[in-house]
């Protein structure tokens, strides 16, 4: 399927000292991309429904509702819908915080961040300083300031045969082969592909398929597939085998882990 490319929206260029966090929300369609794009600003990306992907030349991040992603300011990114998602954006002058996270990152979102980003977006880039929307921001970037990345991440590679594997696990992520078979279709020994892995990612080849599933896992989820069908999607024998190798990566079953911030809290 072609996807469409759409530019960005220019709002992370804004040097405005006054207002340190400017928002803005839009819809994208699961067929969009925005072109990969730089800005001064950070931006934080969030999803508050379906599920995005962003891109970057370290890496990869895909990401549900209970998530958001941060990018550094002056870092090359690529946002993309991977279903029909709402987006909400903002834009964080990172002079004025000290204590942001300095590389990509997936950022846990809690009920209360949620609503605090859906009332920053409504505010958008017209707010008065000193005003109860500027005291909103600064409660924003107090709570960034205090959050910790999450496991669920991506790296890409640079030598080709690595890449070659990455692209066709991409295209297959249920391809159950082991180090050596990929290592003979690449042109390698399976001992030189795994210290190449390990080189390139940080991972070994087993941890970088299995990050590649679990990505996959909360794209499919997010389309609505039930857990038995992503399951068997991604290649495990049984539904069981994959909610525990699920809960044991991210700490919750999948079902939770996807579920509305809001939604998912008691009665």
Same mark, same amino acid.
């Given at each position: 399927?072609?996807?469409?490319?759409?530019?960005?929206?220019?709002?992370?260029?804004?040097?405005?000292?006054?207002?340190?966090?400017?928002?803005?929300?839009?819809?994208?369609?699961?067929?969009?991309?925005?072109?990969?794009?730089?800005?001064?600003?950070?931006?934080?990306?969030?999803?508050?429904?379906?599920?995005?992907?962003?891109?970057?030349?370290?890496?990869?991040?895909?990401?549900?509702?209970?998530?958001?992603?941060?990018?550094?300011?002056?870092?090359?990114?690529?946002?993309?819908?991977?279903?029909?998602?709402?987006?909400?954006?903002?834009?964080?002058?990172?002079?004025? =915080?000290?204590?942001?996270?300095?590389?990509?990152?997936?950022?846990?979102?809690?009920?209360?961040?949620?609503?605090? *980003?859906?009332?920053?977006?409504?505010?958008?880039?017209?707010?008065?300083?000193?005003?109860?929307?500027?005291?909103?921001?600064?409660? *924003?970037?107090?709570?960034?300031?205090?959050?910790?990345?999450?496991?669920?991440?991506?790296?890409?590679?640079?030598?080709?045969?690595?890449?070659?594997?990455?692209?066709?696990?991409?295209?297959?992520?249920?391809?159950?082969?082991?180090?050596?078979?990929?290592?003979?279709?690449?042109?390698?020994?399976?001992?030189?592909?795994?210290?190449?892995?390990?080189?390139?990612?940080?991972?070994? =080849?087993?941890?970088?398929?299995?990050?590649?599933?679990?990505?996959?896992?909360?794209?499919?989820?997010?389309?609505?597939?039930?857990?038995?069908?992503?399951?068997?999607?991604?290649?495990?024998?049984?539904?069981?085998?994959?909610?525990?190798?699920?809960?044991?990566?991210?700490?919750?079953?999948?079902?939770?882990?996807?579920?509305?911030?809001?939604?998912?809290?008691?009665?």
């Amino acid at each position: 399927m072609k996807r469409t490319r759409r530019p960005p929206s220019g709002i992370g260029s804004i040097d405005d000292p006054l207002r340190p966090i400017l928002g803005m929300s839009g819809v994208m369609q699961g067929d969009e991309d925005v072109i990969p794009h730089t800005h001064p600003r950070a931006q934080l990306v969030y999803a508050s429904e379906g599920a995005i992907r962003v891109n970057t030349p370290d890496g990869t991040w895909v990401i549900p509702q209970t998530q958001a992603v941060w990018v550094p300011g002056g870092l090359e990114h690529q946002v993309c819908a991977v279903s029909p998602a709402e987006v909400r954006h903002l834009y964080i002058d990172q002079r004025q =915080f000290q204590a942001l996270p300095t590389q990509c990152s997936v950022l846990e979102v809690s009920p209360f961040l949620r609503e605090l *980003i859906i009332r920053a977006v409504s505010h958008g880039r017209e707010y008065l300083p000193d005003s109860p929307a500027a005291h909103l921001m600064a409660v *924003i970037g107090d709570e960034l300031q205090a959050l910790e990345p999450s496991p669920l991440y991506l790296p890409s590679a640079n030598d080709r045969r690595v890449v070659r594997v990455m692209e066709k696990l991409r295209d297959d992520p249920a391809d159950n082969r082991g180090q050596e078979d990929w290592a003979a279709d690449v042109g390698a020994s399976g001992r030189t592909l795994g210290r190449l892995f390990l080189r390139e990612t940080g991972m070994s =080849f087993g941890q970088w398929r299995q990050q590649l599933r679990l990505q996959e896992a909360v794209k499919l989820l997010a389309e609505g597939k039930g857990v038995t069908e992503v399951a068997l999607i991604l290649g495990y024998r049984s539904p069981s085998a994959f909610v525990a190798m699920f809960r044991k990566a991210l700490g919750k079953p999948p079902k939770q882990y996807c579920m509305d911030p809001v939604s998912a809290q008691p009665d």
